[in-house]
């Protein structure tokens, strides 16, 4: 079974930072690529930033210059460092891995989201 866990969410004023990391864990194979999103209250979820296993990575625009995402392959862990945050980035962030289950293989590999972890900045 996979688990994909995140952390680092938590209270932030506009302008500050905060560094949010996903540890996938469990029967895996491989893992392609890893991502986050977001859902703001009332809304929709939305993509925020994507990293392939090669480290090429894409970003919203509504978010680039101030994200980062980075991966360590070693640790099945996928962060994201944002910096100048806005109160419109008050969301639950989730973290999601395309990866292959070992016990699935000949199922291809699939999408996994974690819980999520709440991000609030303040005005």
């Known amino acids: 079974q996979v688990q994909l866990v995140e952390s680092g969410g938590g209270l932030v004023q506009a302008g500050g930072s905060l560094r949010l990391s996903c540890v996938a864990s469990g029967s895996i194979f491989s893992i392609n690529a890893m991502g986050w999103y977001r859902q703001a209250p009332g809304k929709q979820r939305e993509f925020v930033a994507r990293?392939?296993?090669?480290?090429?990575?894409i970003y919203a625009d509504s978010v680039k210059g101030r994200f980062t995402i980075s991966r360590d392959n070693a640790k099945n862990t996928v962060y994201l460092q944002m910096n100048s945050l806005k109160p419109d980035g008050t969301a639950v962030y989730y973290c999601?891995?395309?990866?292959?289950?070992?016990?699935?293989?000949?199922?291809?590999?699939?999408?996994?989201w974690g819980e999520g972890t709440l991000v609030t900045v303040s005005s």
């Open positions: 990293i392939n296993s090669g480290g090429n990575t």
């Open positions: 999601h891995a395309d990866l292959l289950d070992t016990s699935r293989i000949p199922y291809g590999a699939m999408g996994y």
